[in-house]
């Protein structure tokens, strides 16, 4: 008993979990959380955020220590009474370079905006793969729709085949419309076939972007929202708030200011001090020597590096606003041309659904109705529902475009609602 209860509780589970469904939101939130691309990224910014924390460093201090000024006759070393104190020292010999603090300052800007550029692509790569999740997940869910469109054919053509196999032993219907009615059934059934492999494709990649095991059970929420975008403004603003690729190449173009600031600091002198102390042989009386240093980086034979830097990273500037601009308008002009097939595209769906779908419903139960009054012939019936058919099917691919469209559309702008 007890192992028949464990049983059903099991097959129930099976059951709730086969049956749940995921919504869009929720697997566009598992893409960013758990994708390894997003790990990448993040592993890339936590990398520059912790390089830039040794920006204020300083140059480490030398220290030395040897002979200084001693004879290698070692007999000269020690004192003789003769007048001779002795010769040589032993001497140890430390020095720091003090760097010049707009340097300090200008490194540690550059350094700690390093990871902002690749924050920005971090939000650029996210916003690719949410709109291939979106991709996906509308044709998955179109399919469904026309697999149910296609269970409801079969089951309609197997009983008009049943129904003219009846007639024609009676002699009320021709053979002819029999085997029309066989062969769309085969049609259909073919159809489910490439629908189904079509959903367990869609299932493997989201699977796959959600870092999943690729053949784990998964189903979708097949209701959707086709959104108002007719009023969408299309300025050069909006593209500069919105798009991630464009704020990379302004922190780029920021990050290469911090670069030339940073090389100018490099033109300016930079202080140190040395400090030896000599134990003298004999007797002759420590000494110590105590001496400020100066790098003077303007001297024309050690300028001309920095200078061709600072000339490089000024053209480098010019390249990142031009193609700053590039971005733009091309983005301009993709988006302008996906919003006017939107709404287009989106009049058609509207004439589908309010127009020409129900019209051929009424059609189509019309002859259905004769049919079964004997007033209508199979072929009529067959051909009012093959047009139905082919209608709905071409509406579900027109709506799959509508939503592609509009996922394009958000991926254009980035759009995360």
């Known amino acids: 008993m007890k192992i028949k209860f464990l049983i059903i509780v099991l097959l129930m589970a099976y059951t709730t979990v086969k049956a749940q469904q995921i919504k869009l939101d929720s697997i566009l939130n598992e893409i960013q959380r758990v994708n390894p691309l997003m790990k990448m990224y993040d592993a890339d910014i936590r990398s520059m955020d912790e390089d830039a924390k040794g920006a204020r460093s300083w140059m480490p201090p030398e220290a030395g220590a040897g002979f200084y000024m001693t004879p290698y006759d070692t007999k000269m070393w020690k004192a003789d009474g003769m007048g001779n104190p002795g010769m040589g020292q032993f001497m140890i010999s430390a020095q720091q370079m003090f760097p010049n603090r707009s340097r300090l300052d200008a490194e540690s800007n550059y350094m700690l905006s390093m990871s902002s550029v690749e924050k920005e692509k971090k939000n650029y790569s996210l916003n ?29 053509l ?8 009846l007639r024609y032993k009676n002699g009320m219907e021709k053979i002819s419309a029999y085997y ?46 086709v959104k108002d975008y007719s009023g969408l403004a299309l300025d050069s603003g909006t593209f500069i708030n919105a798009r991630s690729d464009i704020k990379a ?51 024309p034979w050690s300028s001309k590096m920095y200078k061709a830097k600072i000339e490089s990273y000024k053209w480098k500037g010019e390249a990142l606003s031009q193609q700053r601009l590039m971005v733009i308008n091309e983005a301009q002009g993709m988006t302008s041309s996906m919003l006017t097939d939107f709404i287009s595209k989106k009049r058609q769906v509207k004439l589908y659904e309010d127009n020409i779908i129900p019209a051929l419903k009424r059609n189509y139960q019309t002859m259905q109705l004769g049919y079964q009054q004997n007033t209508e012939e199979m072929f009529m019936l067959f051909d009012a529902w093959e047009t ?16 592609i469209m509009q996922s394009e559309l958000e991926r254009l702008l980035e759009i995360k609602e």
């Open 249 to 299: 190449v302004d922190r780029e173009i920021q990050l290469n200011d911090l670069q030339g600031k940073l090389e100018r600091t490099k033109l300016r002198p930079e202080f140190g001090i040395k400090y030896d102390h000599m134990i003298a042989f004999g007797n002759m009386p420590l000494q110590f020597s105590l001496m400020a240093m100066v790098k003077i980086p303007i001297a």
């Open 180 to 225: 029309k009615a066989k062969a769309a059934l085969g049609n259909v059934q073919n159809m489910k076939l490439m629908l189904e492999s079509g959903i367990r494709q869609n299932r493997i990649a989201l699977n796959a972007l959600m870092y999943r095991d690729k053949q784990q059970l998964l189903e979708i929420d097949t209701a959707y929202l």
């Open 128 to 156: 690719e793969l949410y709109a291939g999740a979106k991709k996906d997940y509308y044709g998955w869910m179109m399919d469904k729709k026309k697999l149910k469109i296609l269970e409801q054919d079969e089951k309609l």
């Open 388 to 403: 139905l058919n082919m209608t709905q099917l071409e509406y579900i691919d027109q709506l799959r475009q509508l939503l």
């Open 158 to 165: 197997r009983f008009m085949i049943e129904n003219a196999e």
